[in-house]
């Protein structure tokens, strides 16, 4: 019994040390490639239900702000500036959704007016308080894109 426990508390210490460690990937060495970016930004799995929380808040993603998403019919607003997301994991991999979701500029235009989640690139004329940041964190974005990835027709 006292080994054991021991062992699973030298189990626990090694946890802790590599979530330590393990970084995210800075966003300015978020690499794009024919596939969108396909490396997790934490090296964790994506939670889909906390992703979901982030997609509707205003605070966070705010994505229904452009969007619609007929899984969330029950939120008031949705967008429309942008295209409906049902079913958007059959259009693209989730290489190419990380990529839209950390910088759509690099896979639309310049000129789009979707956010860069994971971007320092945010604009020109940004509050002192946001210089340096990214809308959403690493994990957040992880969490975005396998709720993404949960939209199938
Ligand atoms: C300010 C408006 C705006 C916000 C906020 C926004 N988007 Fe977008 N999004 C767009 C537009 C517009 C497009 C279409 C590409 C273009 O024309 O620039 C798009 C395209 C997409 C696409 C590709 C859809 C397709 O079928 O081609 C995905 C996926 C997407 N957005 C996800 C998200 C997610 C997830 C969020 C929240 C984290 C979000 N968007 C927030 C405006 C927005």
Redo the contacts with the bound molecule.
Sequence with gaps: MRRWRTRAFAASISMLATSAFAADIPPKDVAFGDDGVTESLTGKPGDPAHGAE??KSRKL???L???ANEEMAGELFH?T???A?DG?AD??DEGY?RA??VN?KEI??DE????G?YSLNVGQHVAEQFQGKTI?SAQDVED?VAY?ETLKE
């Excluded at 789009?112 to 956010?115: A, D, I, K, N, W």
């Design positions: 982030v997609f993603g705010n994505c702000a452009c969007h967008g500036v942008g295209p997301l958007v259009r693209y959704l839209i979701v759509a639309f235009t789009t007016v979707m956010p989640f959403l975005v993404l």
